[in-house]
């Protein structure tokens, strides 16, 4: 039977598991700034709303040690989507 | 604290330095690599990805980067983890006969150092981009340029490099370096103590001014920011990079017919779609220090220049924003180079936008450079040297 949790979505915009986390982790990518570049979760339409949490929570399950003193994941500007016509001032 | 030591340590852990390490640990030097933050945490993360010749000074300055092309396309074989390459070729567009007229003559100059080039009539330019506006004069292409990602690009470097035997140091500051009685590197001193080696490579980007003036060498190596948006998934605008005509005249410094904020943020069209299916969108220059918060005045017109060749993005959401500093030189040539007056001090700084274009042939030559071989093209025009007067007179 196929490992219950290995499916499950961590990022839902990117559509990243678990399964890719961990193989990401096992290539190296132990801090969740390499996470995002590795696999893009965080990286899509939500900007990580829904999963920035699950993704600093897998970690330190994974490494109590992991992210200390390292810089978190940042937050860009806009906030809120827009499009390049409201962005840029056009109707 | 503790003592180790090392044929080379590198100083800086973007793309420059990684690409240094790699080719240096692939001809068994023992290589440390000393980062203050993460790999690729800098400027190397904050940009595009490509290996372009389109943008260079036709002669060296292009021949460099079609070099770095021929390394790139070899390091997909070599590196241990792909970095999402390609290579359709890039295009500029123009925006009237004036700078068509330009464009034919950059286009000749580089056909005759050898490279493909060649012009594209209004016909050719609204057949590939149907989303283009329609008053586009024509354009050019470069056939051979490439595109990476350039965080996976530097990370495949680091571990491959690590594969190869390279100790890397990230969240470790250089405090010093420690020359002997003749003037001579002995030694980098780090936050996690001494690092005994003959040879230090100072890697460090818009950072390599302050670690050059560890060793009494003065650099004109200054910050330049750039911005660059990034769109939500969509429908495919087009599959390869396009920039217009006049991100050269940007680039060079020289006059644009443009409106005042356009000039004064050294605002230009650089479309990039990307292996996520959706695309980057530059540019800006400015000179404003270390000032790493992203200006809206500068995005918004960012975006007022995308919407000018694209009408159609007015309705794609933009997703985020992004900016970086770039390693500026005056003379838009990087520093690559040997010190003579310090004795085994190196410098792979200053490439500003070229950083991605030209890791490649950056990390070979350095590495040649340091174990005493031939040098794969000749970095004389590179040397620090033709700054010295310059940096003399600060």
New interface residues.
């Given amino acids: 039977m196929r490992h219950v949790n290995e499916g499950y979505i961590v990022c839902r915009c990117?559509e990243v598991t678990g399964k890719q986390l961990e193989d990401a982790y096992l290539?190296?990518?132990i801090?969740s700034?390499?996470l995002k570049?590795?696999t893009?979760a965080t990286?899509?339409?939500c900007?990580g709303r829904v999963c920035r949490q699950l993704v600093n929570l897998w970690l330190s399950k994974k490494d109590q040690c992991a992210d200390k003193?390292?810089?978190p994941l940042s937050y860009?500007?806009?906030i809120r989507?827009?499009?390049?016509?409201e962005?840029?001032?056009?109707e | 604290m503790t003592t180790e030591s090392a044929d080379v340590v590198i100083i800086g852990g973007g793309i420059i330095g990684m690409a240094t390490a790699y080719y240096l640990a692939k001809l068994g030097s023992d290589v440390v690599v000393v980062e203050k933050?993460?790999i690729?945490?800098g400027t190397s993360?904050k940009c595009d990805g490509n290996i372009l010749a389109i943008d260079k000074e036709p002669g060296f300055d292009s021949q460099m980067s079609l070099e770095s092309q021929k390394l790139v396309s070899q390091l997909v074989m070599e590196l241990d983890?792909e970095f999402e390459y390609r290579a359709p070729g890039s295009i500029l567009v123009c925006e009237s006969d004036e700078e068509m007229e330009a464009a034919e003559m950059w286009v000749n100059r580089q056909k005759e150092v050898g490279l493909p080039f060649r012009m594209l009539d209004r016909g050719e330019i609204r057949s590939e981009w149907k989303y283009m506006a329609d008053d586009i004069h024509g354009g050019l292409e470069c056939a051979t340029d490439s595109t990476v990602n350039p965080?996976?690009l530097t990370?495949s470097m680091a571990?491959t490099a690590e594969r190869l035997g390279a100790r890397l140091k990230t969240?470790t500051w250089v405090t010093g370096i420690r020359l002997d009685p003749s003037g001579a590197v002995e030694g980098v001193e780090t936050s996690s103590g001494l690092i005994r080696t003959k040879h230090v490579v100072n890697a460090a980007g818009v950072w390599s001014k302050p670690i050059a003036q560890m060793v009494g060498i003065e650099i004109p190596v200054e910050p330049r920011k750039g911005h660059i948006?990034v769109?939500?998934?969509t429908e495919s605008i087009g599959t390869r990079k396009v920039m217009e005509f006049s991100y050269l005249m940007s680039k060079f410094g020289k006059e644009r017919k443009v409106d005042q904020l356009t000039e004064q943020y050294g605002v230009a069209l650089v479309f990039e779609p990307t292996a996520?299916q959706n695309f980057l969108?530059g540019s800006s220059r400015e000179f404003v220090g270390f000032d790493m918060k992203?200006n809206?005045d500068v995005?918004?017109c960012i975006?007022?220049r995308?919407?000018r060749f694209f009408p159609v993005?007015?309705?794609?959401?933009?997703?985020?924003?992004?900016c970086g500093l770039r390693p500026w030189t005056p003379d838009h040539l990087p520093i690559v180079s040997r010190v003579e007056e310090v004795p085994g001090f190196y410098i792979a700084a200053g490439h500003e936008g070229d950083g991605i274009s030209l890791a490649a042939i950056t990390g070979k030559v350095m590495s040649e450079c340091i174990t005493g071989q031939e040098t794969t093209i000749s970095i004389e025009p590179l040397h620090y040297n033709r700054f010295k007067k310059e940096a003399g007179k600060r």
């Fill in positions: 990117e290539l190296g990518a801090t700034r390499q570049m590795k893009r990286m899509g339409a900007q003193g390292v810089e860009r500007t806009p989507l827009v499009t390049f016509g962005l840029a001032g056009e | 933050g993460e690729a945490g993360s983890e965080v996976l990370y571990v969240h948006l769109s939500s998934r996520s969108i992203i809206v995005i918004r975006a007022r995308a919407i993005m007015k309705d794609i959401p933009v997703l985020r924003s992004y």
